[in-house]
């Protein structure tokens, strides 16, 4: 890929990076169902669940893109990402937040 830019990836990619990142919403919804955060499935958590993680999913895709890090740490990455939903945001701001530091 001579230029890497959310326009080169190929549409197999991004399917790859979205199922994986859905089928991590899903286990988040599972955890907090039997966990007894939620009482029963429901369909607008589990939207919730998908979406929050699709982002992340996506997100967590382009920072191991741009480090260069191997196809199978980053198919692992978004998946463990997604899964954590909200908080795996909060582990890409505290990543993002670190490098920005040590660039200036």
């Given at each position: 890929m001579p230029d890497k830019?959310?326009?080169n990836y190929s549409f197999i990619t991004y399917l790859w990076v979205?199922?994986?990142s859905m089928w991590g919403g899903t286990a988040h919804t599972i955890r907090k169902i039997r966990n007894?955060?939620?009482k029963r499935f429901s369909l607008s958590e589990w939207i919730g669940d998908m979406v929050i993680s699709g982002f992340i999913g996506v997100m967590t895709f382009y920072l191991c893109e741009y480090a260069n890090f191997?196809?199978?740490l980053t198919a692992a990455l978004?998946?463990?990402t997604a899964h954590q939903g909200?908080?795996?945001i909060g582990m890409l701001e505290k990543i993002i937040t670190k490098r920005m530091r040590n660039i200036r």
């Open positions: 830019n959310p326009e979205l199922v994986l007894g955060e939620l191997p196809q199978l978004v998946g463990i909200a908080k795996g």
